[in-house]
């Protein structure tokens, strides 16, 4: 019998304190950087952002969602057999953010990684786990992503600091007679890395370069808003299904007019894009999970549903994953 992996659980999490564009844009006036909540709505779609406190990490976020992914799975944390977590924002250069996670959730053994693909990493990951699972490695994977970026991010850059937000999603990702994830299309091209990056390192005891993101904007919007389109065309033709079959379009939560676009492109209504990008801002490998458990539990996605995930961003990095829910 052909094995196959579906979603049964998801959850998500943010850090309580939340901040409008306004409230955002009063606290950078403070430092001399001028923004409003205006140009960011008109601009990016997004109204409000939440920031983790000092010291809550990657893995406290994920631990919540992990959590509630775990519970509306109908599972305890110590049936999960691989854990992956996409993230950029780990806790520390090592060990992974999974190995920590695993321990918080109170287990032990199973398989724990890393996965780093910046926004796009939770396609990834989810497409890693399904493998795995199909291939036998796996039977119940917990696949979160999780960031904290308003820790890279240089408040004193207006282009950049009111983009991003803190959080975590998360799903159980199980072994399973019927399909589950019908197609995944993964790609990078790695000739622009200068585009969107953390170009700092550690090197003997200290930071070397900015440990500060940086973004050429323009140039990361043009190359999404193409790479989305032909990455869904692609899972589609690996499915044998068409644009008519997506229930559900999920993209990475980085800015409306991407998202409107990518719609459009694949002649979807807007009633069909899910939007969260206005409420958490970009939350980077978090923001695919948070936008589908969001969906979910507002009731929205429904069992049986065709969802097309898809994630774009550093490396640079995109693809899409096509699902039965
Ligand atoms: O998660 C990874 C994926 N990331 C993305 O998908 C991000 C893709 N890029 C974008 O979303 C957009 O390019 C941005 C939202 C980053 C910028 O929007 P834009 O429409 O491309 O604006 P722009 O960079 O062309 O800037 C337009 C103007 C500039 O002023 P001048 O030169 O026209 O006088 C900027 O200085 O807007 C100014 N500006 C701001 N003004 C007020 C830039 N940031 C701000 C700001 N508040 N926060």
New binding site residues.
């Given amino acids: 019998m052909t094995r196959y992996s579906r979603i049964t659980g998801t959850g998500s999490y943010l850090p309580p304190h939340r901040l409008t564009n306004a409230e955002l844009?009063t606290e950078l006036a403070s430092k001399g950087?001028?923004?409003?909540d205006e140009?960011?709505v008109e601009?990016?779609g997004i109204r409000a952002r939440h920031f983790a406190a000092p010291g809550v990490t990657s893995s406290d976020l994920g631990l919540e969602a992990a959590r509630h992914a775990i519970e509306a799975a109908g599972l305890q944390a110590a049936d999960i057999d691989l854990i992956i977590v996409a993230t950029s924002t780990p806790d520390m250069v090592f060990p992974s953010v999974a190995c920590i996670l695993q321990h918080k959730l109170g287990i032990a053994g199973c398989a724990a990684f890393d996965l780093q693909a910046?926004?796009s990493g939770f396609v990834y990951a989810l497409t890693v786990a399904d493998a795995m699972i199909k291939s036998g490695a796996a039977t119940k994977a917990l696949v979160v992503g999780a960031e904290v970026f308003s820790r890279i991010l240089d408040f004193s850059d207006?282009?950049?600091?009111?983009?991003?937000g803190d959080g975590a999603g998360a799903v159980v990702l199980e072994a399973s007679e019927t399909p589950g994830i019908l197609a995944s299309d993964l790609h990078a091209d790695g000739k622009h890395v200068g585009i969107?990056c953390v170009p700092g390192n550690v090197s003997g005891g200290q930071v070397l370069g900015s440990a500060l993101l940086t973004?050429d904007?323009?140039a990361?919007?043009k190359l999404?808003v193409g790479v989305l389109e032909s990455a869904a065309r692609a899972a589609l033709a690996k499915a044998d299904m068409v644009e008519a079959d997506i229930d559900w379009l999920i993209p990475?939560q980085?800015?409306l007019?991407?998202m409107h676009s990518t719609a459009r492109k694949l002649k979807l209504p807007l009633d069909k894009l899910i939007v969260t990008v206005d409420q958490h801002g970009?939350t980077?490998a978090a923001?695919i999970p948070l936008a589908l458990d969001a969906a979910v539990r507002e009731g929205k996605i429904k069992k049986g549903d065709i969802l097309m995930l898809e994630g774009?961003?550093?490396g640079f990095t995109w693809g899409a994953v096509l699902l039965r829910y």
């Fill in positions: 844009a950087v001028e923004t409003s140009w960011i601009r990016t910046v926004c207006r282009t950049t600091c009111v983009l991003f969107l973004m904007g323009q990361v919007f999404a990475h980085a800015n007019r991407i970009n980077s923001s774009v961003g550093g």
